[in-house]
């Protein structure tokens, strides 16, 4: 128990202080880095819903969507703080996703056929709702991240450390949730949900509070994300990128597990802009999609696994080392 | 505690249940039986709140629960297992009670629980992974620990003995026995044996093609011409 203390901490000393002390010089880089959490903590939203609840989602871009869109009226329009807008915009994806409850009877494919529909129409509604969004011309000067005591949060550094501290939030709920009662019987009810409606629960209800978790969660992301970037258009902030990245990043990660999603979307992300697009300028996703490829194939669980197996034999061989 | 009215199922068609009327008192014991495909699991499922039947009524402890649903019935106190054993997966056994009992009595309780196992003969396979480790007689003792947790008034036992050879079949039904009277549950049993109904149930009701063909004593209902007829498929007599 000491030991994993001292090893969360050691983690948090390193994520909050280490990385901006070695990058903060490197403003492309920390861009990177933001973007990949960004991307960490829909796929961490994304793998939650297909853990807990036991639901494959193809239309997540549609709650990064609302929340960007949501954020962004309530500051620009409405004057509120962004602080609260963040939590707004996460409040009011979750409330976009009460529209897909009647899909949740649906399983399977039809379920993500269904939520990939429902995506696109947020879309449209955003385009064509030009008094509010204005349209296809999108939202320009949205307000940056404020300047709290006298630390200037709208930089690389304070982006990431606020972006940082959602995806940790994040994890930590998710790591609450799947340790509690609600957390046992959801993951038992993937496979036997006769058995665990026979036992009192509310399988329509656990699933449904697992999709406005993860809807929340994720419009949290695309609030953070519209005033980190100040420009929103439908066809970015809607864009299927906010699903597929998120779903690539979690399976290659290890989607079963809390920490892969965030360890995929950052491999990934960073592979793919620092390293295949250095080599291939164009067409550089061909080098990841064979890499997602060969993962799927050869270790289906992801890098998780891989280092799960691998830390064993290394403490192993450290162990003798010293003795 | 239940009463049955009239309760009509078809799955097309087919009358799966047809004009079945059934009443259990608090800490009655009542035999199921019926030959394959008489009705039986689909009046459970009717009963547990799987299946909405398409006429007649359903009361529990006075209340109409009709619009019920299943997981509503269990907290409301209708236990049930499952004849082919439904264990939680992923979970294990102790898991598998704490579930239960979490949703199905509002509490975990895990003096209750280790009460419930130790009485289901199931005390040290705790930590087991339930869907994979245990056997045919430790998941149909699960099924029975998983309902009990729920701190059910009445319980609905699919074919619990089912598959169980003679000794696990005795020792099962003296298990049942205990249960009935520390708890003083109302249950009703499906099961094909004779012998264990007439052990165990001071009453038995016979369901045949969907109707409730005889509802009395063992003795009086296995003596039935129609019963008899329905077991070996000849015709009784007029």
Known sequence: MAARIAASFAFAVAAYALVPFAFSGNLYLMSMIVAALTIGGIALAWALLGNLGGLVSFGHAAFFGVGSYASALLVMKAGWPIGISLLA??????????????????????????????????????????????????????????????????????????????????????AGIRRSHLGLALRAMHDSEDATRAVGVNSTLAKASMLFLSAFMTGMMGAFNAHYINFLEPDYAFSGLWTMLPIVAAIFGGY????????????????????FKAMMPIGHQIVLGALLGAMILFAPQGLQSIFARRLPRLRMTSASGDA | MLELSDIGVRFGGLRALDGVSLSVAAGEIVGLVGPNGAGKTTLFNVI?????????????????????????????????????????????????????????????????????????????????????SLSLAELKALEVAKALATRPRMLLLDEVLAGLEAVAKRRFTQMLAEIHARYKLAIVIIEHDIETISTLCPRAAVLNFGQLIADGTPAFVFSQPDVVASYTGTVPDA
């Open chain 2, 48 to 132: 547990s709140g799987n299946l909405r039947p398409q006429r007649g009524s359903l009361h529990f402890d006075g209340a109409d629960i009709a619009r019920v649903p299943a997981y509503a019935r269990a907290r409301r106190g209708i236990g049930r297992t499952f004849q082919i054993p439904q264990p939680m997966h992923t979970l294990t056994v102790a898991e598998n009670l704490a579930v239960a009992q979490r949703f199905g009595a509002g509490r975990v309780d895990a003096h209750a629980a280790e009460e419930i196992l130790d009485l289901v003969h199931l005390t040290g396979l705790a930590s087991r992974d339930a869907a994979t």
């Open chain 1, 89 to 174: 915009g996460g409040a009011c994806a979750a409330l976009a996703a009460v529209l897909m409850l009647p899909a949740l009877r649906l399983r399977g494919p039809y379920f993500a056929l269904a939520v990939l529909a429902y995506a696109h129409i947020f879309r449209i509604v955003a385009t064509e709702w030009k008094g509010l969004t204005n349209g296809a011309g999108g939202i320009g000067n949205i307000p940056r991240f404020p300047v709290v005591l006298g630390y200037d949060f709208s930089s690389k550094t304070g982006a990431y450390w606020i972006v940082l501290s959602l995806v940790l939030a994040f994890a930590l709920i998710y």
């Open chain 1, 256 to 275: 079963r597990t809390i920490t892969g999603p965030l360890i995929g979307a950052v491999v990934v992300y960073l592979l793919d802009q620092l390293v």
